[in-house]
């Protein structure tokens, strides 16, 4: 008997080490995972502060394979498969889309960066909505493929600080079509805030009155949030970039979070979880988006959100083309759209972010919406850290001194305990 | 035995408060799919929503992926679990103990291991995620479900018969047709049913061996916990399953009841 | 046909040939290989930033997992629950497949089999979602009604793991009381034995198998879980969530920690398999 089971192990050990031999170039181990709770990463790949001049160098180290773009947009193939943040493909816009272009889209809702990536390299994908962090991965791995944006006719009014940017283009080579960007904010429950906070020192600070109560995004990134706040509370850190964080400085924000653990009741990335979650009080301070509260405040949820004082993280998403996609004109007919007045307009204001088309801010319902959301407010988006993939080259340019993004991961396994 | 009337009295009442508890969440989920807010909070009776969830193309989509996926599944189950049983029953061969221990692997492990073991081998062979991984992979933990009910069944299974059967002119094929599958028949009926059962409500290993486009009920309901639009659409549709079940549910009842050799001791 | 079946009949070894080969190649080089696979995607490493795996041999992971603390407190917590989970299980397992099989009329019996069986036939996700609700402790139902609720944590997640895998413990146990002859039991009590005597030395030895059998299912599940102790664990990492998280970002991490679950099942299993067990599933 055990004769027969070391033999059995033995031929499947053989036949298991020939199929990894003969695998094709490494893959990440990506899967299908479900959309829910894995944390992403949604970096972008800018450093914040003085953005717009800096923005257009792509992130040191990154090269991109050569890839072949696009020459022309033929007739749609019918349909296309999308890798998206929940709230970006909802009917309201994509069924006008359908009908325009007779390309029926099939939605992948990612909860994190991380699943989106992994979703992409299925190859099962024609586009994906990435944030900072994954767009930058992709483009390293040849998942995507570089746009060729003189296809797209709406292109041209996309506002220019979003355009060619560090997260997702390499050299002159332009990786995607910004969906819109936005921030991460404190989303707080106004009974229990009478005053509105204007500190992140409510999520952080060991006397905070939302003691038990505190949220935060269940994700690695959200070490850079540690580090944000750091910023204003630490300067002598030295800290220039949340995302480029030394030994030292990635030790001090992990060491923040580890003190905030006894603040949270629940860490979140399902955002249905976390309205109802705010709903029952379980949750009534800690980081969202502009989406989860609108969404709150319809079901009659007392709160409401803000930008605090030390700045925040955000995001700004790029559409971006698998280079294996197999529908890959309705992917550009897609990109087209979404970044068309019209359909901007509904999708970002669906979400609660700043619209990437100038022109889409005329057609928001809301007519503040632009205002609300900061569109095209430079001053405003200089304070907020485009999430970003942290690499072993500093991203403020101090060298290969920085704890990479492997390494983030593993210490927010460890910090959850 | 004789337990005194307190003591059953007790057993009966522990029973019922444990049925009461099983039920509860379903329950609730239940009436969730009349809710009229589409929270999770219950604030009236509707019935808007039952026509809506059945006009929706993804709902109906969910269910007919999950059933064709458990149908197909629990084929390849009774096929290859019979064959099994057979060969373990009837023969003794080099590695007879390894492969029953084999066999139940796929349910016993954690769901988790089964499926990041069946995504990373078929990337590693280039197999494109889709409806047939997903059924491959339910089939493969199925296997031992209709294999035990199959083996449980032929051990008991006089010998007599067949030879008799053989005697009277009757080939190996026939024999099995007309004899051996009759009698197997409420172990391949118990064993297909709990089969169903277990790839119809499957999400892990589903999760990792899904592609694209396939998508099973779980798989709808899962994703639909971020879209807060849908939940009660998700509840009409766990609903109409769940009343559905009492046909499977009702009929492997009747198959455990009946079939030779049942005890049924009283 | 009839050649055929002379000519299965005169060769025996052909006969187990066609029987196995089909079961074989599916069991044993499709799962287990797959298994095989899983093993040694454990020893490759990451590219730390776009997320590839380097197929090169290391020990790295299983150094991470031996010198950073977190790991062996998060298994040590999930054996913890799974083998709590199983005790409760069990416990409630055993009167109440006694009372299905030998108390209850045949009548109630029927239907108690249908209400105990139909709740596997709804849907994992949305019991778990219910369960969330219930023990919220904003406005749960357990709150409002009891005062109290377990809140979301370990409690939480113990508790609803136990009320998921009950009906997959009394299946088992409920077969293996319905095999016990009452003639045994009777017997029992004509020897002088009162009822928790005759449970002890005759029901619980008999039951053996049944009982593990069940507890193989509910161990494994609750070592395996992620999803339900993601919906009402609160900030509770269990070993599946530890290996479902990291399946995305670092594959052979993910692949090394699931070699910890696998490793006890195999042990449990090889365990049960002397106690006859496996044929009871």
């Known amino acids: ?51 717009p ?31 998206a943040w929940p709230g970006y493909t909802e009917k309201d816009w994509v069924d006008p889309f359908t009908t325009a272009s007779g390309c029926k889209v099939n939605v992948k809702v990612g909860n994190t960066s991380d699943e989106m990536v992994a979703l992409m390299q299925t ?19 040849g998942e995507v493929a570089p746009v060729n944006t003189a296809l797209l006719s709406n292109y041209a009014d996309v506002y220019d600080s979003l355009k060619n940017k560090a997260w997702n283009s390499v050299g002159d080579k332009s990786y995607g079509v910004p969906h819109g960007r936005g921030a991460n904010l404190l989303m707080y429950r106004t009974d229990k805030f009478t005053t509105p906070p204007d500190s992140w ?11 038990g109560s505190v949220t935060a995004y269940d994700a690695p990134i959200y070490i850079a949030d540690a580090a944000v706040y750091l910023m204003s509370t630490n300067p002598e850190l030295g800290i220039k970039n949340p995302y480029a964080l030394d030994k030292t400085q990635f030790a001090a924000a992990v060491e923040l979070l580890k003190g905030q653990k006894g603040l949270v009741s629940e860490y979140w990335s399902d955002y249905l979880k976390q309205q109802a979650a705010f709903k029952s009080g379980t949750m009534t301070a800690g980081t969202s988006w502009q989406v989860v509260a609108n969404a709150a405040k319809a079901e009659g949820t007392p709160v409401d959100v803000v930008l605090p004082k030390e700045g925040s993280t955000g995001w700004s998403d790029t559409w971006m083309v698998s280079s294996k996609s197999k529908n890959p004109n309705c992917a550009y007919m897609w990109m087209n759209y979404i970044i068309s ?56 340019g101090r060298g290969p001194i920085c704890v990479e993004f492997a390494e983030w991961n593993k210490a927010w396994t460890e910090l959850k305990g | 035995m004789h337990l005194s009337k307190t003591a059953r ?82 023969f003794s061969f080099f590695g007879k103990d390894a492969l029953s221990f084999a066999v139940v692997l796929p349910i016993a492990l954690p769901g988790i291991i089964t499926g990041i073991a069946l995504n990373s081998a078929f990337r590693q062979l280039g197999v494109s995620f889709g409806f047939k991984t997903i059924v491959i992979a339910h089939a493969t933990f199925c296997i031992v479900v209709v294999h035990n009910n199959v083996l449980a069944r032929l051990r008991r299974l006089p010998a007599s018969l067949e030879e008799a059967s053989a005697d009277l002119g009757a080939h190996t094929f026939t024999t099995l047709r007309h004899v051996t599958f009759p009698m197997l028949a409420s172990s391949f009926g118990a064993g297909a049913i709990l089969a169903f059962a277990l790839s119809f409500d499957e999400i892990v290993v589903t999760t990792f061996t899904a592609g694209a486009n396939a998508k099973t009920l779980p798989q709808y309901i899962l994703g639909n916990f971020s879209r807060p639009n849908n939940l009660p659409k998700v509840n009409v549709a766990v609903l109409v399953v769940l009343l559905l079940s009492i046909i499977p549910v009702w009929f492997a009842q009747r198959l455990s009841e009946s079939g030779p050799g049942m005890a049924s001791s009283r | 046909m009839r050649a055929l079946s002379r000519l299965l009949y005169r060769r025996p070894k052909l006969r187990l040939l066609a029987l196995l080969s089909a079961p074989m190649v599916w069991l044993v080089v499709a799962y287990l290989g797959a298994l095989a696979a899983l093993l040694i995607t454990s020893f490759y490493k990451l590219d730390g930033f776009s997320g590839a795996t380097i197929k090169e041999f290391g020990f790295q992971n299983f150094t991470e997992i031996r010198t950073v603390s977190v790991y062996r407190h998060v298994v040590v917590r999930t054996v913890l629950v799974a083998t709590a989970v199983t005790v409760i299980d069990l416990a409630l397992a055993i009167p ?58 370990l409690a939480s997640t113990t508790i609803v793991l136990a009320y998921l895998w009950l009906p997959y413990a009394i299946l088992p146990v409920y077969a293996g009381l319905e095999r016990l002859p009452d003639s045994l039991l009777e017997a029992s009590a004509d020897l002088g034995g009162h009822a928790l005597v005759t449970f002890r030395k005759v029901v619980i030895p008999v039951l053996g198998p049944a009982l593990v059998a069940g507890s193989i299912f509910t161990f494994s599940l609750s070592m395996g879980d992620y999803i339900a102790v993601d919906l009402v664990g609160g900030k509770t990492q269990m070993i599946g969530s530890v290996v479902y998280d990291n399946f995305v970002q670092n594959g052979p991490l993910a692949a090394a920690v699931s070699l910890i679950p696998m490793a006890i099942m195999l042990v449990y299993l090889l365990g049960a398999r002397q106690t006859g067990a496996l044929e009871n599933m």
């Open chain 1, 1 to 51: 008997m055990k004769k027969t089971t070391i033999k059995t192990i033995g031929i499947a050990a053989v036949l298991a080490f020939t199929l990894n031999a003969c695998g094709g170039s490494s893959s990440a181990p990506s899967s299908e995972a479900p959309s829910s709770e894995v944390p992403s990463t949604e970096a972008a790949a800018d450093a914040p502060a003085d953005a």
């Open chain 1, 53 to 83: 001049a800096e923005g257009n160098e792509a992130a040191a180290g990154v090269s991109a394979p050569d890839l072949p773009m696009a020459t022309e947009v033929g007739t749609g193939e019918g349909q296309v498969n999308v890798v």
């Open chain 1, 123 to 141: 190859g099962e994908y024609d586009l994906v909505s990435a944030s900072g962090d994954a767009s930058l991965r992709l483009i390293a791995s």
């Open chain 1, 201 to 211: 020192s409510v999520v952080w600070a060991a006397d905070s009155t939302a003691k």
């Open chain 1, 341 to 396: 007045p019209e359909g901007n307009a509904l999708a970002t204001e669906y979400f609660g972010e700043a619209p990437s088309n100038q022109k889409a801010c005329a057609l928001t319902k809301d007519k503040n919406h632009c205002t609300t959301f900061h569109a095209g407010d430079e001053e405003y988006f200089s304070k907020i850290w485009y999430w970003t993939t942290p690499t072993k080259e500093c991203l403020d």
């Open chain 2, 9 to 90: 009295r007790a057993i009966a009442g522990l029973t019922s408060l444990v049925v009461v508890i099983l039920w509860a969440p379903i329950i609730y989920a239940g009436l969730l799919a009349f809710n009229t807010a589409k929270s999770t909070t219950l604030q009236g009776l509707t019935v808007k929503w039952w026509p809506e969830a059945f006009r929706d193309p993804e709902v109906r989509e969910a269910l007919w992926g999950s059933t064709r996926t458990a149908f197909f599944a629990t084929i390849i189950a009774l096929i290859l679990g019979t064959l099994l049983a057979f060969a373990i029953q009837r």
């Open chain 3, 96 to 153: 109440i497949s006694f009372y299905l099989a030998k108390i209850a009329s045949p009548r109630v019996r029927r239907i108690l089999s249908v209400a105990v069986t139909m709740p596997l036939w709804a849907s994992y996700l949305v019991k778990a979602y219910a369960w969330r609700t219930f023990v919220d402790p904003g406005d749960g139902l357990i709150k409002k009604v009891f005062g109290v609720t377990p809140g979301l944590g």
